[in-house]
């Protein structure tokens, strides 16, 4: 297998729109970048920034106006790279008269499988994704978080590569989200490489190799959840109880009370003082945490500064 | 091939499934009552009311079903985005539109089929037993299928590139015009230029010739269709229907999906 799974060159993608279809909509704009073979790939932005599209663009559901993909150093035009990839549809919908054994054994022809091989697959993965006790449901009567499961099932039924996924945790609830996440890790163990697209931060900091943050349809930037928003620690957070007979430290001026508990937050250079005093006050210490820029205020300051750029654009053309 | 077949076998489950063929029922009403009411009113032509009417419902149901389902072939998937998953799999568009198409056509056959058994059922209850001029029913259901199928490309290739309704519209139009194309072939009118004429000629040669199918009026009276007939229309129906999926083809291979 290559070293690099997903390589995107320059690609970009207009829409025309207007009466006459005469005016374009530039949805992405050369995009350039690259996902190692192994690796799980977050692809972050907010609604409309360009992810699906460009993961449409990556399945040949849509067309580039420019620019090349290659998967697994095929081209994209290439239908038989799709015999080594995987795709969940964003929300999928499925063919609603079918049962998810069937909806699995039909896209499982599509790769040649021998129907013993077939049979054996259908049964393993709908146990994979916990659909083994609905697999003679109709489609029809699943709820949004069991086509989510059946999208997902389908996906992973051929053993593919790489696994594409555009918003896997969409209509989840928590206990989906988490047999979600289970999955896309189990795909990297197994040596899988893994795209896919979220807007929950959270999910991409406790999975993701490396991200990529698409924001207005331009890549705003690649690298590791720590690359991403530093690595150096603003400070330090502990949080600790305190008994109401006991001498109050004087670091307590500083502290935020929820409930029981105090919470402050100081230099990394004044901890071991801090603790000093914690332990001579007889405080029981409940926590003690490094504070770091989450990938979250990264990208709301990538989303602010877009906007703000658009709306400079905007006024300047008035 | 095998995409192809997969997907027509998957079209075929999915019409059964939505229970396309409860139309059968409809029919065999239809023809029970006809059976039932022509053996009372028409003294001696009961024979031929009875084909007429038959090979008229099963026409008019088959195009009612190509046109209406073979529009929702292709809109339908793209709407409710259940193609997204099947195109991510090495599967060519074209593949998709022929095992579709192929799919239609299957429903349709063994709905056509299922029709004549019962056209034969009614015809049996009015005369039995069955005369030898009686089977040539069967190339008048066989011409009407070939027909449905033609209807099927053309709703396929409409719907896509434009809205189902408008697709609906233009099947039925080009449909209707079609009957009318050798009229407009052989039109001699007084008031037209030769230029308009020509036209006129070109026009009638691109339109389907769907009147070129229509051997309703011959078994109805037991008459038998010429077999160079039948092939003229085979071989014409499968090239007209392969040139209209080529450009359905090309058209839908470079289509953006929403």
Redesign the interface.
Same mark, same amino acid.
């Given at each position: 297998m290559p070293s690099v799974a997903i390589e995107i060159e320059n690609l970009s993608k207009e829409?025309p729109f207007g009466f006459l279809h005469l005016r374009k909509r530039r949805s992405l704009e050369n995009l350039t970048m690259q996902v190692q073979a192994g690796d799980v790939f977050g692809f972050l932005g907010p609604n409309g920034a360009g992810k699906s599209t460009t993961i449409?663009l990556l399945?040949? *559901?849509?067309?580039p106006t420019s620019g090349t993909a290659r998967i697994l150093g095929k081209s994209i035009e290439d239908?038989?790279m =799709? #015999?080594d990839?995987?795709? *969940?549809?964003e #929300?999928?919908?499925?063919?609603d008269? *079918?049962t998810a054994a069937e909806l699995l054994d039909?896209?499982a022809?599509? =790769?040649?499988l021998r129907e013993s091989d077939r049979r054996e697959r259908v049964q393993r993965i709908l146990k994979r994704v916990g659909l083994d006790t609905a697999k003679k449901i109709q489609l029809r009567k699943y709820s949004k978080g069991m086509l989510q499961r059946a999208?997902l099932a #389908?996906?992973i039924l051929h053993d593919p590569q790489v696994v594409v996924l555009d918003e896997p945790m969409s209509g989840l609830d928590p206990l989906g989200r988490r047999e979600v996440r289970d999955i896309i890790l189990g795909l990297k163990k197994e040596g899988r490489t893994v795209l896919f697209s979220t807007h929950i931060l959270s999910d991409a900091e406790m999975l993701c190799d490396r991200v990529g943050v698409i924001v207005g349809g331009k890549l705003r930037g690649v690298g590791t959840p720590g690359e991403m928003v530093g690595i150096q620690t603003q400070g330090m957070e502990i949080l600790f109880e305190l008994d109401g007979s006991a001498k109050k430290p004087a670091l307590l001026e500083k502290a935020a009370k929820t409930g029981e508990r105090y919470r402050v937050q100081l230099p990394e250079a004044e901890l071991y003082n801090a603790l000093d005093q914690l332990k001579e006050a007889g405080a029981r210490i409940l926590s003690v945490a490094q504070i770091k820029p989450t990938l979250e205020e990264f990208f709301m300051n990538l989303v602010d500064a877009d906007r703000a750029q658009a709306n400079a654009v905007e006024v300047s053309g008035r | 091939m095998r995409n192809v077949w997969v997907v027509a076998t998957n079209t075929f489950r999915e019409a059964v499934r939505d229970r396309v063929l409860y139309n059968l029922v409809f029919f065999a009403l239809l023809m029970m009552g006809a059976a039932i009411l022509v053996g009372q009113i028409s003294i001696g032509i009961e024979e031929s009311v009875i084909v007429s009417l038959g090979l008229s419902a099963i026409s008019v149901i088959g195009i009612f079903i190509a046109v209406f389902i073979g529009v929702g072939l292709v809109s339908k998937e793209m709407d409710k985005r259940t193609l997204y998953a099947l195109l991510a799999k090495p599967v060519q568009r074209w593949e998709f539109l022929l095992g579709k198409f192929g799919g239609l056509v299957m429903t349709l056959t063994v709905n056509t089929a299922a029709m004549a058994v019962g056209l034969y059922a009614a015809l049996w209850t009015v005369k039995h037993p069955l005369e030898r001029s009686d089977w040539y029913l069967l190339v008048a259901v066989y011409l009407i299928l070939l027909k449905l199928a033609l209807i099927v490309a053309l709703a396929m290739l409409f719907s896509c590139f434009t809205t189902p309704f408008l697709a609906i519209l233009f099947t039925l139009g080009l449909y209707f015009a079609g009957l009318f194309a050798e009229d407009l072939r052989t039109m001699q009118a007084i008031s037209l230029t030769p230029e308009t004429m020509k036209l006129f000629r070109g026009i009638s040669y691109l339109l389907p010739n769907f009147e070129n199918f229509n051997v309703m009026g011959v078994v109805a009276h037991g008459r038998s269709v010429p077999a160079t007939l039948v092939w003229q229309d085979t071989g014409y129906a499968i090239l007209y229907a392969a040139i209209v999926l080529a450009g359905a083809a090309m058209i839908f291979s470079r289509r953006n999906l929403k």
């Open positions: 829409y449409k399945m040949r *559901l849509i067309f239908v038989s =799709h #015999q990839i995987g795709y *969940l549809p #929300q999928p919908y499925f063919y008269y *079918l039909y896209f022809r599509f =790769h040649g999208g #389908q996906a | -």
